[in-house]
T-cell receptor, first 112, second 112 residues
Framework: DTAVSQTPKYLVTQMGNDKSIKCEQN?????MYWYKQDSKKFLKIMFS???????INETVPNRFSPKSPDKAHLNLHINSLELGDSAVYFC???????????FGPGTRLTVL | GDSVTQMEGPVTLSEEAFLTINCTYT??????LFWYVQYPGEGLQLLLK?????DKGSNKGFEATYRKETTSFHLEKGSVQVSDSAVYFC???????????FGTGTRLLVSP
């Protein structure tokens, strides 16, 4: 039983396209996150939602728009993809207490 | 702001050697501290955690102790195996904040 799942696992697309990544968690957690891992393995928070409300919005281009239809899902839509968007995107979820975040398997996005 | 500093890698060891990966942090208040592991081609897995000073987290032979006086959370294992080869991330979650702040990761390579 997958706790945090993401689709697709791999995404290869052309510059300028629009794409979405989906995330679902079956842990009953209230909070979900998107992180970006660059080519040097550095991980940085992008967004966080708590009960469908945006609570963290780091310095991310407006081309990135998260959407949470319910507290078990957090999707990431990216408009006008650029080469620099190539990265691995991880979804995660947690409760407030304990503060442990559980990560999905990642989506490797390659922009050509 | 909050930050995490990890030792540069790669760390190269022979099987059964002793492992230490250093991690120090800067944070206000009383953060929770974590070690995550990323095996090749996979997502992040929680390895261990500590939520208050002097707590020791342990899992799969790995240990780390939350040292407030030295603001450190060093990862140790007495006898590494080839299967421990991975990238290890130290992370903190600050008081009152939801996001994880990650170190840059340390790659561990264990040879037979």
């Amino acid at each position: 039983d997958t706790a945090v799942s993401q689709t697709p696992k791999y995404l290869v697309t052309q510059m300028g396209n629009d794409k979405s990544i989906k995330c679902e968690q079956n842990l009953g957690h209230d909070t979900m996150y998107w992180y970006k891992q660059d080519s040097k393995k550095f991980l940085k928070i992008m967004f966080s939602y708590n009960n469908k409300e945006l609570i963290i919005n780091e310095t991310v281009p407006n081309r990135f728009s998260p959407k949470s239809p319910d507290k078990a899902h957090l999707n990431l839509h990216i408009n006008s993809l650029e080469l620099g968007d190539s990265a691995v995107y991880f979804c995660a979820s947690s409760q407030e207490t304990p503060p442990t975040q559980y990560f999905g398997p990642g989506t490797r996005l390659t922009v050509l | 702001g909050d930050s995490v500093t990890q030792m540069e890698g790669p760390v190269t060891l022979s099987e059964e050697a002793f492992l230490t990966i250093n991690c120090t942090y800067t944070a206000t208040g009383y953060p929770s501290l974590f070690w995550y592991v990323q095996y090749p081609g996979e997502g992040l897995q929680l390895l261990l955690k500590a939520t208050k000073a002097d707590d020791k987290g342990s899992n799969k032979g790995f240990e780390a102790t939350y040292r407030k006086e030295t603001t450190s959370f060093h990862l140790e294992k007495g006898s590494v195996q080839v299967s421990d080869s991975a990238v290890y991330f130290c992370a903190l979650r600050g008081t009152g904040f939801q996001k994880l702040v990650f170190g840059t990761g340390t790659r561990l390579l264990v040879s037979p």
